[in-house]
């Protein structure tokens, strides 16, 4: 696993310019047994405002290059004990001493004495006797030298770190990933282990990048990094300022991570031994990941997806294993979200008939496959039917009707939605008008908004613009938002909310029951109806679900809340909620999604002697 990193911190090389290096008086270890010379030296370098420390012999000289630090070193080969020559190998072989420039002073001046002296790590070699007069220029010149070579050296460190690592969570980036995932493969296959790729994507993150704003979504990010790094374990670290080309270098590898871009995030786990180990590190990363994040006033709670391959079962190379990870883990968006799963080969197959549906799909709304049903829903006081909820059918050349579980899905995970949304408001204006030229009564129609329309920052503006250019009066028209959507972000939803409400329509909250709302903010969205999903409904005959659906009715008779409940399909789940109050009622016990031409005739029905009845006749708890 690659540790995270703040910036450039762990490089101190990074962080100084050329100009920083030079602007400190130059500290010159000058090292010789004679302290005539050293006497000399030092007069010679301190003229040109250096700062000298020196040592009498090899050992002294490598402790006091420890201690001091020096930029450069000014060295004697012939010394007692341990020789220049041994001296400046030792100080080579130090961290601090790979680039410090060394001066070897010699009285030799033979060819083997010169190569000697480079051959231990000398930079410059300097033959007696030294014309004391041009030691401090060339002692200049050395540094400056030096300082040349460092600035470079930094500036090839700066641009490997940009090549290699994602400049805002300092974790490595797509070309890492790609050239690590390549080695590990390669040594799995040497040494007959295995390994495991994991695609990370959050959940809703666009959403909730859009709401929160951009520098807040970077901070998310960063964040993410961070829980990832020390929920994994921090000792297989990669240095990728190191040569990485040899795979021995790769022994002891386990955790790899990497962001992609965007919210896209990889784990690669190396030399692993089963499933369940993997699944152990898949639940503690979705764990971790799910914990509420405080960016300033907001909390949000983001999910992850995850998608997991395994070599070799799953692909021998790279490109194999990383579709099969991808494949899976946009099964785990398919499934609900915040949730793992392993690769299969049957995924391949719905992947393939998701792409195919996705191609259909565009087709189908060029060439006029869609159709818009409408439901009645029906007040439980006068039996008279008051709204209507639009619904889109499919009507497919070969398919036959394709249900809206199978396609409304493909069209929000692509991004169709927005165009499918435009186009049912489209078409319930034109059925408006279509209804109004008969002379009906004036009903209201409910369109479902989706979770991406609704974060659209300029929704308001699109509403206004269609009701102007449609004639729709905006009191036909209610608007249904799902829970989820709405308490995403729940205090840049209230305005959002009220821009809405201040064009006149209704608002309505979908599926209410399945999501999170807490009441002090339920009482702050500017809402007119609570929609209980049909999951409730459902449940009626249970004493759960009886209970939730109670609570629901309750909830909304304080906050002086219209209900509907859907899903209505006996007498029993009509009896309950008509007694409990409910005001609107809509199912498949009163009618099925109508044709346009269809809903006339409905408008005329009543239902209050059949209600009447049903309240007579059916026992409720």
């Excluded at 040494?191 to 959050?202: G, K, N, Q, V």
């Excluded at 790899?256 to 919210?263: F, H, P, S, T, Y």
């Excluded at 209900?563 to 609107?584: F, K, M, Q, T």
Aim: net charge negative; charged share 25%.
């Amino acid at each position: 696993m690659i540790a995270y990193k703040d910036d450039y911190k762990q490089y101190p090389s990074l962080q100084m310019s050329t100009n920083d290096s030079i602007r400190h008086r130059a500290k010159i270890l000058v090292v010789d047994d004679d302290q005539n010379v050293r006497l000399l030296t030092r007069q010679c370098l301190e003229a040109e405002s250096m700062t000298v420390v020196e040592a009498s012999n090899g050992l002294e000289a490598l402790d006091i290059f420890t201690r001091e630090r020096p930029d450069l070193v000014f060295l004697d080969v012939e010394m007692p004990g341990m020789s220049g020559l041994e001296a400046c190998k030792r100080i080579r072989e130090m961290p601090q001493g790979e680039s410090i420039p060394i001066m070897i002073v010699t009285g030799s001046d033979d060819r083997d004495s010169i190569d000697a002296g480079f051959q231990a790590g000398a930079t410059q070699y300097k033959t007696k006797p030294v014309n004391w007069s041009l030691l401090g220029r060339d002692v200049q010149y050395m540094l400056r030298a030096s300082n040349a070579f460092n600035s470079l050296k930094r500036q090839e460190d700066r641009l490997r770190y940009l090549a290699y690592y994602d400049p805002l969570t300092s974790l490595p980036n797509r070309r890492s990933f790609n050239e690590q995932l390549n080695r590990i493969l390669k040594r799995a296959a040497r040494h007959r282990t295995s390994a495991a790729l994991m695609f990370i994507d959050l959940d809703h993150f666009k959403r909730i990048n859009d709401s929160i704003g951009h520098a807040r979504g970077d901070s998310l990010l960063v964040e993410i990094a961070k829980r990832l790094t020390n929920e994994l374990r921090e000792d297989d670290a990669i240095n990728y300022f190191t040569d990485n080309s040899a795979e021995e270098e790769l022994q002891g590898v386990g955790t790899e991570i990497a962001r992609l871009g965007g919210d896209e995030f990889t784990v690669v786990l190396s030399d692993v031994e089963s499933a369940g180990d993997i699944e152990k590190v898949a639940r503690r990363i979705l764990n971790s990941l799910s914990e509420p994040i405080a960016l300033q006033s907001h909390n949000p709670v983001v999910t992850p997806s995850i998608g997991i391959a395994i070599y070799p079962q799953d692909g021998r190379d790279p490109d194999t294993l990383i579709r099969n990870a991808d494949t899976a883990m946009y099964v785990a968006k398919a499934e609900g979200r915040a949730c793992f799963r392993f690769y299969n080969e049957e995924m391949n197959a719905q992947a393939v008939e998701q792409l195919k549906m996705e191609e259909e799909l565009r087709d189908a709304m060029r060439n006029h496959e869609l159709e818009l049903r409408y439901q009645p829903q029906i007040d439980s006081n006068s039996g008279t039917v008051i709204s209507m909820e639009a619904l889109v059918r499919w009507k497919h050349p070969t398919r036959g009707m394709v249900s809206p579980q199978e396609f409304i899905p493909v069209a929000e995970s692509t991004g169709l939605i927005i165009e499918l949304g435009e186009w049912v408001m489209d078409e319930v204006a034109r059925h408006c008008l279509y209804w109004d030229s008969l002379g009906l009564k004036s009903f209201r129609v409910c369109v479902n908004i989706s979770p991406l329309q609704f974060n659209q920052r300029h929704l308001a503006d699109w509403v206004s613009d269609f009701l102007e250019r449609s004639g729709l009066p905006p009191e036909r028209l209610e608007l249904e938002l799902t829970e989820s959507a709405i308490m995403t972000d729940a205090e840049t939803n209230i305005a959002k909310l009220r821009d809405l409400k201040n064009l006149g329509v209704d608002l309505a909250v979908d599926d209410f029951g399945t999501g999170y709302s807490s009441l002090s903010y339920l009482k702050r969205f500017p809402i007119d109806t609570l929609k209980i999903d049909q999951s409730f409904v459902s449940d009626l005959e249970t004493p759960d679900g009886a209970a939730i659906v109670d609570a629901i009715l309750a909830l909304a008779k304080t906050l002086n809340l219209r209900v509907i409940a859907e899903g209505i399909e006996n007498e029993y789940h009509l009896a309950h909620l008509v007694r409990r109050g409910c005001d609107l009622l809509q199912g498949f016990y009163f009618a099925r999604p109508l044709y346009p031409e269809d809903v006339p005739s409905m408008l005329r029905e009543n239902y209050s002697r059949q209600i009447q009845q049903v309240l007579r006749s059916a026992t409720v708890s």
